[in-house]
């Protein structure tokens, strides 16, 4: 049996298979603040990311069973539902979901709730963009590695059942 060749990820695309065209990494920023949606969107497409967002957490919860997102950025502190709760719902249906948590209001204790959450990194406000975009590019390469380890064991388990 032949392996695919392992996936490269990077800030400027997901290559895809050998051969095929790289596409941006898919980011979901959700934030209260529509106008921080809007600087980190102006940021991390300079810096090879795609950028969707949303100023409700439950909007942002329905777009996720709609659309193809390969990390979250999410705000801590938001009215209705907080960022360790959208955590938790969104890990409960997308658990190869990395999500980081930004916030103003960052304590180590807030660190260890959004964590323990299921959050992949965690940001306090203010940060550098470079800073975010390293943690997405980190946590996007972590889930492709993480696909790419379930897609071979699945290759490794057919092949030795056809072998039996």
């Given at each position: 049996?032949?392996?695919?060749?392992l996936?490269?990820?990077?800030?400027?695309g997901?290559?895809?298979?050998?051969?095929?065209?790289?596409?941006?990494?898919?980011?979901?920023?959700?934030?209260?603040?529509?106008?921080?949606?809007?600087?980190?969107?102006?940021?991390?497409?300079?810096?090879?990311?795609?950028?969707?967002?949303?100023?409700?957490p439950?909007?942002?919860?329905?777009?996720?069973?709609?659309?193809?997102?390969?990390?979250?950025?999410?705000?801590?502190?938001?009215?209705?539902?907080?960022?360790?709760?959208?955590?938790?719902?969104?890990?409960?249906?997308?658990?190869?979901?990395?999500?980081?948590?930004?916030?103003?209001?960052?304590?180590?204790?807030?660190?260890?709730?959004?964590?323990?959450?299921?959050?992949?990194?965690?940001?306090?406000?203010?940060?550098?963009?470079?800073?975010?975009?390293?943690?997405?590019?980190?946590?996007?390469?972590?889930?492709?590695?993480?696909?790419?380890?379930?897609?071979?064991?699945?290759?490794?388990?057919?092949?030795?059942?056809?072998?039996?």
């Amino acid at each position: 049996m032949e392996r695919e060749p392992l996936q490269s990820v990077s800030a400027e695309g997901t290559a895809g298979r050998e051969g095929v065209a790289e596409t941006k990494p898919r980011v979901l920023v959700v934030d209260d603040d529509r106008s921080m949606c809007e600087l980190l969107e102006f940021g991390l497409r300079k810096r090879g990311f795609e950028i969707v967002w949303r100023t409700q957490p439950l909007a942002a919860i329905h777009m996720l069973a709609k659309e193809h997102i390969q990390a979250i950025v999410v705000d801590l502190n938001m009215p209705g539902l907080k960022g360790t709760e959208l955590c938790q719902r969104v890990l409960a249906n997308r658990p190869d979901l990395p999500i980081i948590v930004i916030t103003a209001f960052g304590s180590m204790e807030t660190a260890i709730d959004s964590i323990r959450a299921g959050a992949y990194d965690f940001l306090t406000k203010p940060f550098e963009v470079d800073s975010l975009a390293l943690a997405l590019t980190r946590a996007v390469q972590h889930r492709a590695l993480r696909e790419e380890v379930k897609s071979l064991r699945r290759a490794v388990a057919s092949s030795q059942r056809f072998e039996e």
